[in-house]
């Protein structure tokens, strides 16, 4: 009587089925899947353990489980192997958790050169001083296995990430200041120009950009041509004929820039700045500067010429290292952008008329800068009445 087999059949859907042929003839999938999917494509057309076993040179065993796992949990399941406990660490978590406080300390603290750990250099470490520290398990610790265990940890002290320590102690405050100030500014842009009693000030936000590079070429620039070459050609080689210093201020109600170019911004260029300002807007005005703690802002020399001109100027410092509070940096960075980088003169005069022909440029359409950071959180009774 012949052999007739107890195990269930093997019944797979047309979708499977499709996938299975796929995998079968796949010359880019594991090995193992491929095998696997041969060995179910058999024992669906009613072949016997046996024959796969031997046609397809494993043992029984091996086909016994594909077979079983895929009449259990399905065709794509009997494709892969089920998730397993794997091997016991032979690492303690002790024995980690000292590695991890060993890469949390710089390498210079222990005696080395170093600022920073390499994976190889901490593992040279952890083999000199783990027997000594207790941890016999970690003498034969791979690079491969010290990078697993920091990662596991969220520990990367190869790395330098950089953080802004708050040096000002009053930094709140100033940075509370300069919010009200554009809040005050926000008020008088909505207020009805026809009201007699609304204030009327000027509001400035002022900054230097100094090291602007005069830059010449020492070849010329070679314009685009459609369908060879997309961009401007440039020779990487150049000629320095010195920097500049940009001096500007931001007009907040009508956003018009006053500028100045000076070879350096000392306490001298910043009071011509401000004999300038003083010329500019009438007698009866009071100009409100925002601006930095930059020496020349509170020099002796500055100060003295702040008293010939009593109740004209008032500053409004941003906090230390707070210098993104200011919003003429962002015309800063617009103009390096969009103008400076790209910028090629003959001299430093050259220099100077191009800045300042491009501030002309920027004042006939000028854009009135809003800031809007934190702006909720102020409020109109945070705000005292402008004299």
């Not at 590695?99 to 050169?113: M, N, Q, R, W």
């Not at 000199?128 to 791979?142: D, F, I, N």
């Not at 204030?199 to 070849?219: C, F, H, K, T, W």
Request: glycine share 4%; proline share 5%; hydrophobic share 35%.
């Amino acid at each position: 009587m012949p052999f007739v087999s107890k195990r269930a059949k093997l019944k797979i859907p047309t979708e499977e089925m499709d996938y299975l042929i796929l995998c079968s003839r796949s010359r880019t999938e594991g090995a193992a899947k491929v095998h696997r999917a041969k060995i179910l494509l058999a024992y669906h057309d009613g072949e016997s353990i046996s024959k796969i076993a031997r046609e397809m040179r494993t043992n029984r065993p091996k086909v016994e489980r594909t077979v079983q796992k895929a009449l259990e949990y399905g065709v794509r399941s009997a494709l892969r192997d089920l998730p397993r406990r794997g091997r016991s660490s032979r690492i303690s978590a002790e024995a980690k958790a000292w590695l991890v406080s060993i890469a949390c300390t710089k390498p210079k603290d222990l005696g080395y050169a170093a600022e920073t750990w390499t994976t190889r250099e901490l593992a040279r470490h952890v083999h000199r001083h783990c027997l000594k520290s207790g941890h016999p398990s970690l003498s034969h610790l791979s690079r491969g296995t010290v990078s697993k265990i920091l990662t596991r940890s969220e520990v990367k002290p190869h790395k330098i990430q950089y953080y802004l320590e708050r040096r000002d102690p009053e930094f709140d405050l100033k940075m509370a200041q300069v919010l009200l100030t554009y809040k005050e500014v926000e008020m008088i842009r909505a207020s009805d120009p026809k009201d007699k009693e609304a204030p009327y000030m000027a509001v400035l936000s002022y900054d230097e950009r100094p090291g602007i590079q005069a830059i010449q070429n020492v070849a010329p620039d070679l314009p685009p041509v459609p369908g060879k070459h997309p961009s401007i050609g440039r020779d990487y080689e150049y000629k320095r004929h010195g920097v500049v210093s940009l001096l500007a201020a931001i007009d907040l109600l009508s956003g018009h820039v006053h500028g100045d170019v000076q070879d350096r911004h000392r306490s001298a260029e910043f009071t011509d700045f401000l004999k300038r300002l003083d010329h500019v807007y009438a007698p009866d005005i009071k100009i409100r500067m925002i601006l930095d703690n930059h020496s020349s802002h509170i020099s002796k020399e500055t100060k003295r010429y702040l008293a010939t001109v009593p109740n004209r100027f008032e500053f409004i410092f941003t906090p230390t290292h707070g210098s993104w509070l200011n919003i003429i940096e962002t015309f800063f960075s617009k103009a390096t952008r969009s103008f400076l980088r790209t910028l090629r003169v003959k001299s430093k005069s050259e220099l100077k008329e191009r800045i300042l022909q491009y501030i002309d440029e920027v004042n006939q359409m000028p854009v009135i800068f809003k800031w809007k950071y934190k702006m909720d959180q102020i409020t109109v009774g945070h705000i005292n009445p402008i004299n």
